[in-house]
Nanobody, 121 residues
Framework: VQLQATGGGLVQAGGSLRLSCAAS????????IGWFRQAPGKEREFVAA???????TYADAVKGRFAISRDNAKNTVYLQMNSLKSEDSAVYYC????????????????WGQGTLVTVSS
């Protein structure tokens, strides 16, 4: 599966952005999709993930502010980001794996190219 993440940009603190992860392939619905982010000088960290049933999980840092969803008919997963903070600034990546969710980057064999989110304070 090939992934393309879009929707990043510059936003003021407290604002919102919606990221999209578009996937190729006819078996998209079978994949769990995760969002990760990486800030300069930091390790890549888990943000949110959704499996084929729609089950969702979030990192503590984004709970209540971010929402992940998927539209299997469009082969797309979304990450709605609200109440953005400066510490949310990072390159955001979407990743795919078969079957169950994982919060570890090493569990995902397929990655998109990343989209930059910058939150100004």
């Amino acid at each position: 599966v090939q992934l393309q993440a879009t929707g990043g940009g510059l936003v003021q603190a407290g604002g919102s952005l919606r990221l999209s992860c578009a996937a190729s392939g006819r078996t998209f619905s079978a994949y769990a999709i995760g969002w990760f982010r990486q800030a300069p000088g930091k390790e890549r960290e888990f943000v949110a993930a959704i499996n084929w049933t729609g089950f969702r999980t979030y990192a503590d840092a984004v709970k209540g502010r971010f929402a992940i969803s998927r539209d299997n008919a469009k082969n797309t997963v979304y990450l709605q980001m609200n109440s953005l903070k400066s510490e949310d600034s990072a390159v955001y990546y979407c990743a795919a794996k078969i079957s169950y969710i994982s919060d570890s980057p090493s569990g995902y064999p397929y990655w998109g190219q990343g989209t930059l989110v910058t939150v100004s304070s």
